[in-house]
C-alpha cells in the first residue's frame, strides 16, 4: 500500500499540519474536580504527539461556569485557572511537533454531571432519547431540560466567544466548536429536539442559525491566526440511527450556512465516515460536507484501517482523517502505519468502569 497521501503536509486555516492524520477528540473525564489539567492529561496529549499525529483536537472542554459542563471531571476552558492548566498540554504537544485545537462543547440537555447548575437547558423541554452512560458516571435516564431563553442564548455565545479567546491566550493553535454528537448545537439542528416556534426553530435554515451564528461569532472575536472549525453529525450518543429528516437537501443548508459564517473547515463524524449519509446509497456526510461548503474536511469514524483512511484522501472526500479508538489503541498509530508495522487492538479496559485516563495507561505509552 502507497499511503503517501497520508504525509502529504496541509494548510488548515492559520495551521500548517505536517501530514493528515488528526487524533479525534474523546472524552476521558480525568481533570480535577475544578476543570483543571492534570499531570495524567499533559501525559496523554503529549504521546499522541510523539507518536506522529500531526494535529490533536481535545475532548470537549466546557466554555461557562454555568450550564454548558457535561460530565463531572470534565476539563473547562471556563476561567483564566483553567486556560493556564492547559498551557501544559499545549507546549508538551508543540514541543513533539504537532498542532492541537480545543475543543468547546456545550452539552445543553444531554449534560450528566455540572458542578454550577443542578438542571439543564436546550432548544426546548425534551429529554434526550436513552440513557445517560455510565462509563461517565451517569446514570438513568436524561432529564428533560428548561427550554433556553434568548437571554441565555446570548450568554451561551459570549461564552463560546470567551473561551476561545482563552484558548488562544493559552497557545492553542485552533478551536472547534463542538457542533455534534446530540450536545447543545446539535440539539438545535436536530428536529425532534428543537420544537422551536421561533427564528431558530422548524425550518433546517432556522435549525443551522445558532450553530452558525456561534460559529461567526467566535471567527470574528479570535482573528485570522487562529484556526476554527465545527464539528457536525447526524447520530448522537444517545441516539446512533437518528439521520436528517431532510436528507441531502438538509444537508446543503446545514454545510453552507456553517461555511458562510466564516470557518476554516468542517468536521463530520459518523458511524462509519465512508458510508452513505441517507439510505444504502449516495454519498457520505464527509463527502455533502467537502460539496456544500467549499472547505477542508476532517473525516472521523471506523477509519481505523490504513487502506480505508487513505481512501478518503484519494477520493477527495476528506482532506484530514482524525481517529478515535484506532489511536487509544496505537498512540504511534502514523509511526507505525508509516513503517509498514501492525496495529494493535483497542484494550476494553480502556473504559472500564470508567472512561478516565488510568496509571497502567500512562505506562505503555510510546
Known sequence: MDSTPLWNPLQLGSTQLSNRVALAPMTRISATEEGLVTGKMISYYEAFARGGFALL???GIYPDASYSQGYLYQPGLATEEQARSWTGV????????????????HAGG???????????????????RG?????YRGEGPYRVPAEISREQM???????????????????DGVEIHGANGYLLDQFLTDYLNLRTDEYGGSAENRVRFPADIAKAVREAVGPDLTVGIRVSQSKVSDHDHRWTGGAGEAEVIFS??????????????????????GDQGPSLAALAKRHSGLPVIAN??????????SMLTDGTADVVALGKAALGNRNWPERVRNGQALDELDPSLFAPVADVKDWELELLP
Open 57 to 59: 483536537i481535545t475532548e
Open 90 to 105: 499545549v507546549d508538551a504537544v508543540h514541543a513533539a511537533g504537532s498542532k492541537i485545537f480545543a475543543q468547546l462543547m
Open 110 to 128: 444531554q449534560a450528566q454531571g455540572n458542578r454550577f447548575k443542578d438542571g439543564s437547558v436546550a432548544p426546548s423541554a425534551v429529554a434526550p
Open 131 to 135: 440513557e445517560q452512560l455510565d462509563f
Open 154 to 172: 446570548d450568554e451561551v455565545r459570549q461564552g463560546f466567544v470567551d473561551a476561545a479567546l482563552r484558548a488562544k491566550e493559552a497557545g492553542f
Open 257 to 278: 450556512a456553517l461555511a458562510a459564517s466564516g470557518v476554516d473547515f468542517i468536521h463530520t463524524t459518523e458511524y462509519r465516515a465512508y458510508a452513505p449519509a441517507f
Open 301 to 310: 469514524g471506523q477509519l481505523d484501517d490504513p487502506e480505508t483512511a487513505l
